[in-house]
């Protein structure tokens, strides 16, 4: 069973920068392609970037040319992809989740990590 976690949220202020790191164990050979999702408070769900092993990745409108999801890499049992955020926002502000998707079965979600845009 896979397992995801998220991690480099944080508080920053309009304009800063954050890198967070999303890291899948359990299978994740299969993995081929991950994703990061945020929902802000009392709205749904969004996606806001994707990868796919050997694509190129896909962005929000909202979020191009400011953020930036790195390609998937696995070594020792690990597969990770990382979300560089320059430039934020105030709307930027949610939790953010990572969500790595195998080639068969279900796909995984983390726990989530809170990016709070503030002065």
């Known amino acids: 069973q896979m397992q995801v976690v998220e991690s480099g949220g944080g508080l920053v202020q309009p304009g800063g920068s954050l890198r967070l790191s999303c890291a899948a164990s359990?299978?994740?050979?299969?993995?081929?392609?991950m994703a990061w999702y945020r929902q802000a408070p009392g709205k749904q769900r969004e996606l806001v970037a994707t990868?796919?092993?050997?694509?190129?990745?896909?962005?929000?409108d909202s979020v191009k040319g400011r953020f930036t999801i790195s390609s998937i890499s696995s070594d020792n049992g690990k597969t990770t992809t990382y979300l560089q955020m320059n430039s934020l926002k105030f709307e930027d502000t949610a939790v953010y989740y990572c969500?790595?998707?195998?080639?068969?079965?279900?796909?995984?979600w983390g726990q989530g990590t809170q990016v709070t845009v503030s002065s």
């Open positions: 969500n790595a998707e195998p080639a068969a079965g279900p796909s995984a």
């Open positions: 359990g299978s994740v050979f299969s993995i081929y392609a």
């Open positions: 990868i796919r092993r050997s694509s190129s990745a896909n962005y929000a």
